[in-house]
């Protein structure tokens, strides 16, 4: 099913959480909303889900009006951060009781009930802890269950809250995997908020990056990391070097890098800020060759990479470098004078 | 048992807490079960099962198991207000819940007595239109027992009630329960080992009461004569074997309600997994 939001705006006292926000999310899509905490990114969550209401704007479920259908009546799954898990019942009757609260009518059979569960269960992966209760669990277990318990009333679209945000490192990292294996297996409308932009970079099919209630940039993974829309994302998304400076007739001038900066053909020097991936830069050793003379402050290795900072002599601007490193002697010493060079970079006004 | 404790001092406190039991519980109520032995079987049984005793047992247990359900739906309503909404005046409200706990009981009696009676702000309309007869009938009973139990029932729940999250309420929501379900199914069962013990609380409170309910009553002998007053009347008479005697039955009669009542949370613990 798709959903679209269309001007949405929330606030709360003085505070505007969403400011005019539209956004399509897809058939079938798994989708991030990221973004720092505060951004608003919960609040566009919980009113997709019919638990908090938008001041203006509208919510619709395959073009059909949902703004203000009950959460009862909208058919979502809902994934909280802590669980939510009843802590009376036993993981089954937590995953039944989506089946088992339905009117009469509408209701399974036990059996049948009981095979649904059962089924939901051994999707993901947590059958033999049927009789075992929320407390007797580990936390990613019980966001498991949780999950296991939202998708058992077939909910036309999974929206979850942060779902990894109360686990540790190790199990995060796991849980991420198995989520987009069970995305591929079960193709449900599903958006996950998260301000952790390498969980959405893994995970997701789009990202939205939101701050301060206003969307910065939709896109592909690819897309955010290799073309920023904004300042805001460039340094939200990934590690990059924010250097001032001007540009004039196509090009910057950034603390000495010179980069293209095509956006900028105007004769009259503008003031600038450019962004640089720390892979985005080439060194080479000695005085001789293109670029800007610098001098390596400190080198350090991190797994595969290595960390190169360097100072460029005119002010007291340093570089984040990042090289590609396979064992064997550092090719860099610290103080010793090299040419730095970017390969590309993105420049935006002011 | 006591080795490899994170807080030590096992026996010490162990030993602390027997004594400390012993003087102010075990050993009073043992002296008063041999006061009230030493008047032999045949006359203990004489004392105990006279009719009069009876009917006192039928009307303190009867009207306080009463005043304790009362308690138990109510005390959770108040709970459940105080915690779930903001209004002004609500620490108000929240302070008044405690009010029976610090008042002395002979006020509240005396209080309700003039609210209840023919001629009170209530009892001139109950009485008069109705003809239900509140003061100096049972039900007046009920309505003191009923005053000095509330806060208990109040004050256990709240704080469970102020514990149990939000998204417990909505997550029931979005699987489709309504709200008498997500209510029955969700809140309630989190709830039941709070309103037990407030129930325990409030209902062994109402048993011992005597202030307040002497002024209510009126105290008719068979009628409205509850058994703390019986036993006050036997001392009155320097009957003191056979007060003890009445008292060792209401001790054994509480003391297995009681117990009954702490089966019960056990039970129910253990059904849900926390035992």
């Known amino acids: ?350 | 048992m006591s080795r490899n404790r994170v807080i030590p001092g096992f026996g010490l406190s162990l030993g602390y807490a027997t004594l400390y039991t012993s003087l102010i519980v075990f050993i009073p109520l043992a002296a008063l079960a041999a006061s009230g032995i030493s008047l032999g079987a045949e006359t203990f049984w004489a004392v105990v099962s006279h009719p009069q005793a009876v009917a006192s047992y039928k009307l303190s247990f009867g009207a306080s198991l009463v005043a304790a359900l009362i308690n138990l739906v109510f005390g959770l309503l108040v709970a459940w207000v105080l915690v779930r909404y903001t209004f002004p005046g609500k620490r108000i409200a929240d302070a008044l819940v405690d009010l029976p706990f610090a008042l002395p009981t002979a006020v509240a009696g005396i209080a309700l007595t003039a609210l209840y009676g023919r001629n009170g702000w209530f009892g001139q309309y109950l009485e008069g239109w109705w003809g239900f007869k509140v003061a100096y009938a049972p039900a007046g009973i009920v309505v003191a027992l009923t005053f000095i139990g509330l806060p208990f029932v109040v004050r256990t729940v709240q704080p469970v009630l102020e514990g149990l999250e939000r998204e417990l309420e909505e997550a029931a929501a979005s699987l489709g329960a309504n709200r008498w379900r997500t209510f029955r199914r969700v809140l309630l069962p989190a709830l039941v080992p709070a309103l037990l013990t407030g129930f325990a609380l409030s209902f062994a409170r109402a048993v011992g009461e005597y202030g307040s309910v002497v002024f209510i009553s009126g105290n008719m002998p068979y009628r409205t004569e509850i058994t703390p007053l019986l036993i006050y009347s036997k001392l009155e008479q320097y009957d003191y074997a056979g007060a003890s005697a009445l008292g060792v039955t209401m001790l054994v009669f509480s003391f297995i309600l009681l117990l009954a009542i702490n089966a019960l949370q056990y039970w129910n613990l253990r059904r849900q997994g926390g035992g």
């Open chain 1, 1 to 350: 099913m798709s959903i679209q939001v269309r001007d949405l705006r929330k606030t709360f006292g003085h505070f505007k959480a969403l400011d005019d926000v539209s956004l399509t999310f897809n058939s079938g899509e798994l989708v991030a909303l990221l973004g720092p905490s505060g951004c608003g990114k919960t609040t566009l969550l919980r009113i997709i889900a019919g638990l908090e209401y938008p001041d203006s704007g509208a919510v619709l479920f395959s073009g059909a009006d949902a703004t203000f259908t009950h959460v009862r009546e909208r058919g979502v799954g809902f994934v909280f951060q802590h669980y939510a898990l009843f802590r009376h019942m036993t993981v089954f009757d937590n995953v039944a009781f989506g089946l088992t609260v339905r009117p009469r009518r509408q209701r399974p059979s036990r059996g049948e009930i009981a095979e649904r569960v059962h089924r939901l269960l051994e999707l993901v992966q947590l059958d033999w802890l049927a009789d075992r209760y929320p407390d007797q669990l580990s936390g990613g277990q019980r966001q498991r269950i949780a999950l296991a318990r939202a998708l058992a009333v077939e909910p036309r679209v999974l929206l979850l809250d942060e779902p990894f945000g109360a686990l540790d490192a190790r199990v995060r990292k796991d849980l991420r995997g198995w989520l987009r294996r069970l995305h591929d297996e079960l193709h449900v409308t599903s958006i996950f908020v998260t301000h952790d932009q390498e969980e959405a970079m893994e995970v997701a099919d789009r990202i939205v990056v939101i701050n301060q209630g206003r969307v910065e940039q939709v896109g592909t993974p690819q897309e955010i990391y290799n073309a920023p829309a904004s300042p805001f994302v460039y340094g939200f998304i990934g590690d990059a070097n924010r250097l001032c400076g001007h540009a004039a007739d196509g090009w910057a001038e950034l603390a000495g890098l010179r980069v293209p900066a095509p956006e900028f053909g105007q004769s009259e020097p503008r003031q600038v800020t450019g962004y640089i991936r720390p892979h985005d830069i080439q060194l080479q050793a000695g005085d001789q060759g293109e670029g800007v003379a610098v001098r390596v402050e400190s080198v350090s290795q991190v797994g595969a990479a290595l960390r190169v900072s360097v100072r460029i002599p005119d002010g007291d601007t340093s570089l984040q470098v990042e090289l590609p490193h396979s064992g064997g002697r550092w090719p860099f010493q610290v103080g010793e004078p090299v040419k730095a060079l970017p390969r590309a970079a993105r420049v935006f006004a002011g």
